[in-house]
């Protein structure tokens, strides 16, 4: 029922702060249809050195800050949260009504305004003495600012690695080599898997939406005995992190291979007739 998925979304996607309609757009309607295709999918696209090099160096520095591990929450935040999810350009927001957006995220204020409330009157009713500040930065805001974070590094993982492609061009793009080869499946020990909902069999999420987060770890294995050579697996530790933000840093669009910030190629080409075959990839 459409009437109960918008209000279980909505119910669902409050702890976070994010209004259902703002996020519906930006991650349904616009990642999911043009995932990797550079001039609509946002998520973490990269640039060109051309581009990059006619950025100022404060804007190249910012760059640089959000590709790291440590800015990944930054990006998230205002990249897409911000600039997609609660305040979208008209451009971005296309001809969808407005109108829902500003009640869900009239919605989401009337949360925070509670939440804040709940806060402080259990913190009054705990420590009489506590500051109200403080029982906000740390009951709010730095719950808040973690869960950023979190988001911004899984994404990253999602659909940045030596061997996802990217694309400046509609001609050269497809709903396979978007979806598909531009998706990755990132293992993680499984009680973090089953934790985060095994939503790092991502490609599976790609390649059906539909597929309930219960299903994904089958439908990724039946993805995987079919497309073995197009499908980007590995498993996550901290070297492959350290290598894939030393890598992924700038993108050739033209011949398909990632560079980093002074140019120099740092993979092999991400799109190729058949690609060696391998069940995990260890980087």
């Known amino acids: 029922y459409r009437w109960l998925n918008a ?3 909505r119910l669902a996607l409050l702890p976070s702060w994010h209004p259902f309609a703002g ?3 930006a991650h349904n309607h616009v990642h ?3 995932t990797n295709l550079r001039p609509r999918d946002y998520a973490w696209a990269p640039l060109s050195k051309h581009e990059y090099d006619r950025l100022s160096p404060l804007a190249q520095w910012r760059v640089r800050f959000y590709r790291s591990a440590f800015g990944f929450g930054c990006y998230y935040f205002w990249e897409v949260y911000v600039k997609r999810t609660i305040f979208p350009s008209r451009a971005f927001w296309g001809n969808g009504r407005r109108t829902v957006l500003y009640a869900d995220l009239a919605l989401v ?10 806060l402080l009157y259990l913190a009054n009713w705990s ?3 506590e500051s109200p500040l403080a ?3 740390v009951g709010q805001w730095l719950p ?6 979190l988001i911004g590094f899984l994404t990253f993982l999602h659909h940045t ?11 050269e793009w497809s709903f396979f080599k978007g979806q598909i080869q531009g998706s990755t499946h990132v293992i993680f020990p499984w009680g973090i898997n089953w934790m985060i909902q095994r939503i790092m069999e991502h490609t599976a999420h790609h390649a059906d939406p539909q597929v309930p987060l219960y299903r994904l770890a089958e439908a990724q294995r039946s993805l995987e005995q079919a497309y073995i050579s197009d499908i980007v697996v590995h498993a996550f530790s901290f070297r492959s992190l350290r290598a894939t933000t030393a890598a992924c840093q700038l993108y050739n669009f033209e011949h398909h291979y990632w560079l980093s910030y002074a140019g120099e190629r740092t993979s092999g080409p991400t799109i190729s007739i058949r690609r060696q075959a391998a069940s995990v990839l260890e980087i």
């Open 127 to 129: 420590s009489p003495n």
């Open 109 to 118: 204020a009337a949360f925070l305004f509670l939440q804040a409330a709940l």
């Open 23 to 25: 996020w519906r757009h």
């Open 144 to 149: 808040f600012a973690i869960w950023n974070w």
């Open 161 to 171: 690695h030596p061997r996802v492609p990217w694309f400046n061009d509609r001609a």
């Open 7 to 9: 209000v279980l979304g």
């Open 135 to 137: 029982t906000l930065a």
């Open 32 to 34: 999911h249809a043009w």
